[in-house]
């Protein structure tokens, strides 16, 4: 296995290196942080590895261990910012990163959705992102508040493409916006990745004969 500051020496790369040459694109209004954008996307990626069990987690870690190769860590909440701000190349870069790690031996796409939930269901008021997110049901957590997760994954795990929606979105109405974009490029909406010609794999939440035929016809 792979040390991790192996790892980060040759994510940092790769990312540097994208955004120098791909012209990723620009971020999002605001002050311009501590960090590079370089910097952000790399530990915005390092922080999904499996071993962090929440955000606080991550950071706690990172300022315990990452501060020699990343000088200029800033406090979480402006972390936070400068993720939000450098959204659009963390999208592009996971997109070129699945092209690049693809294969011809990826013979299919699996097709699934998660729950992301952003506070507890019985609070009260609106709460955070009115209007995007709400309740939905989760066969891992039950009632949820917050967003669902539309991932197309390959056989060994690169995430191909992505997309979210409101909880109580159903699989098959999300996974149908999916496809369309991915058949029909939105500039606005990129992270569902390109259209391919293998096929989709996915659980029984997609399942419906006229649903599938409409699909293969659209």
Not at 5 to 11: G, K, Y
Not at 127 to 147: C, D, M, T, V, Y
Not at 156 to 166: D, L, M, S, Y
Request: hydrophobic share 40%; with cysteine; net charge positive.
């Amino acid at each position: 296995m792979v040390d991790v500051a192996t790892f980060l020496t040759e994510l940092y790369v790769m990312v540097d290196d994208f955004c120098q040459s791909q012209r990723p694109p620009p971020p999002l209004a605001g002050p311009e942080g501590a960090l590079s954008g370089s910097e952000v996307v790399t530990l915005a990626l390092f922080a999904q590895w499996a071993w962090f069990t929440s955000e606080r987690d991550f950071y706690r870690y990172a300022h315990r261990h990452l501060r020699g190769a990343f000088p200029a860590l800033p406090d979480r909440t402006q972390f936070n910012r400068a993720c939000r701000r450098q959204q659009a190349a963390m999208v592009a870069f996971s997109l070129f990163l699945a092209q690049k790690l693809g294969t011809a031996a990826d013979l299919y796409e699996a097709l699934d959705s998660t729950a992301l939930p952003t506070r507890n269901p019985r609070r009260r008021g609106r709460g955070w992102l009115p209007g995007q997110a709400n309740i939905g049901w989760s066969n891992r957590l039950g009632w949820f508040e917050g967003l669902r997760l539309l991932l197309a994954v390959t056989p060994v795990g690169v995430v191909t493409g992505f997309g979210t929606a409101p909880a109580s979105t159903k699989d098959q109405p999300l996974a149908e916006t999916f496809f369309a974009l991915r058949q029909q490029p939105d500039p606005r909406l990129p992270s569902v990745g390109a259209a391919t010609a293998r096929p989709y794999v996915a659980d029984k939440g997609f399942a419906g004969r006229h649903q599938r035929s409409h699909w293969e016809q659209t």
